[in-house]
């Protein structure tokens, strides 16, 4: 079946705007996970989106940066106002029931460039 | 507070030789450990997890991982490389009731024929 999905698969930037990416997970998965991989920070949790529950912000690196995931499925991350910092692959992976034992499915992740 | 050590940045390996990744964590509370390989220009993929019981763990593509509590490691290893193996790997932790991965930094198998 299809797996984790994301767009666009590069987007390039200039400082000072904001960006959207999106996340489709595998069909089904009531979890769904946002993580940053960049060359000084290394792989980092952002959030977690489990079933209707509130999501857990506790990664997310400043208020510039929010995530939404409408109807339990779709979730897109928003960068405010970015800045040179933001540069990094965003990773979205989703498991089927949030728990802990579960296997996290990633996609191939969103390059992001902020000149 | 969670961590996770890779030892080796990078490891160079001739094609048909073994190969172990290291890893180490620090946790105040029981933790679920994994591994995960990224080929170049791909997602993260599962190689094998401990959750628990025999610790002495097999994953896909020839891999395995032992779990060693005393030492709070999970060394990766594999008897024989090949050539598509070159990717980088990385470990990661889950606390128990946790619900986020944390990640080492990463270690870079680069393997020559």
């Known amino acids: 079946g299809a797996g984790v999905s994301q767009s666009p698969s590069n987007k390039v930037t200039e400082k000072g705007k904001d960006v959207e990416l999106r996340c489709d997970p595998i069909?089904?998965?009531?979890?769904l996970y946002w993580y940053r991989q960049s060359l000084g920070q290394g792989l980092e949790f952002l959030i977690y989106?489990?079933?209707?529950?509130?999501?857990?912000k506790s990664g997310l690196p400043s208020d510039r940066f929010s995530a939404e995931r409408t109807g339990g499925s779709v979730s897109t991350l928003t960068i405010q106002r970015t800045q040179q910092e933001d540069s990094a692959v965003y990773l979205c992976?989703?498991?089927?029931?949030?728990?802990?034992?579960?296997?996290?499915?990633f996609g191939p992740g969103t390059r992001l460039t902020v000149l | 507070a969670q961590s996770v050590t890779q030892l080796d940045s990078q490891v160079p390996v001739f094609e048909e030789a073994p190969v172990e990744l290291r890893c180490n964590y620090s946790?105040?509370?029981?933790?679920?450990l994994f591994w995960y390989v990224q080929y170049p220009n791909q997602g993260l993929q599962l190689l094998l997890k401990?959750?628990?019981?025999?610790?002495l763990v097999k994953g896909i593509n020839g891999f395995e991982a032992e779990f060693n509590k005393s030492q709070t490691s999970f060394h990766l290893r594999k008897p024989s490389v090949h050539i598509s193996d070159t990717a980088e790997y990385f470990c990661?932790?889950?606390?128990?009731?946790?619900?986020?991965?944390?990640f080492g930094g990463g270690t870079r198998v680069l393997v020559k024929p």
């Open positions: 946790s105040s509370v029981s933790v679920y």
């Open positions: 069909s089904g998965h009531t979890a």
């Open positions: 401990y959750l628990s019981g025999s610790t």
């Open positions: 990661a932790v889950n606390k128990a009731a946790g619900n986020k991965l944390t």
């Open positions: 992976a989703s498991t089927s029931q949030g728990a802990w034992t579960d296997t996290q499915y």
């Open positions: 989106f489990q079933g209707n529950s509130a999501p857990d």
